[in-house]
């Protein structure tokens, strides 16, 4: 497993329980060390074991996790680069949806050996989508849309869309999301500019 998952996983948890949580969770997963390296790989099992303590540690359950991580990953100051490479995607958030299916690709081209999920976008009306998620990170267990569910919530909120998601399980390795647009431009969204801020 890259070490980027691990090290996201480790900061989602300081920043949202902060320290302490961590702390415990490193104890209940008995590693020696309590940080990860970014560019780093480690085994899926170290992946497996960490949301295992964490899951427990919280006491609430992997997929529930794994969503919150998602809306971190896109929604908290900590993590600003990732919302900017996501919303590269589009002006809008279904133009944001089409764009979907190349971001295996773009986030190879900023981290080349970041193995992330295939994700193929459906269109079955106006509005009306789902999203399969095909991932072989066999750490995650058939949970990766989870994640998908928590970063797209995150994201519509980001375009100021309002949008019902639905997690609708998997088989075979490949999880299905389905995605109902509302209404695209329901409240204002985040401002976003393609240039970086310059102080």
């Given at each position: ?12 948890t ?52 794994l ?40 986030a ?27 991932s072989?990170?066999q750490?995650?267990g ?57 102080s």
């Open positions: 497993m890259h070490g980027l998952i691990n090290r996201s996983i480790q900061c989602f300081r920043d949202i329980y902060g320290p302490q949580v961590w702390s415990n969770v490193i104890v209940r997963a008995e590693f020696e060390s309590d940080n990860f390296e970014t560019m780093l790989s480690y085994t899926d099992e170290s992946t497996f074991v960490l949301l295992d303590s964490l899951s427990a540690e919280l006491r609430r359950n992997r997929e529930e996790i969503e919150d991580l998602g809306t971190y990953l896109v929604s908290h100051k900590n993590v600003e680069a990732l919302r900017r490479l996501l919303r590269f995607g589009g002006t809008t958030f279904q133009e944001f949806l089409h764009s979907l299916d190349d971001l295996h690709d773009r190879r081209l900023a981290v080349s050996d970041l193995e992330l999920p295939h994700l193929e976008l459906r269109e079955h009306a106006p509005g009306k989508y789902s999203l399969n998620c095909s072989n990170m750490a995650f058939p949970n990766f849309g989870h994640v998908m569910v928590g970063l797209l919530r995150a994201m519509a909120d980001d375009y100021g869309s309002l949008v019902l998601l639905e997690h609708q399980g998997g088989q075979h390795g490949v999880e299905t999301i389905s995605i109902d647009v509302l209404e695209s431009a329901f409240a204002e969204g985040r401002a976003f500019t393609l240039a970086d801020r310059v």
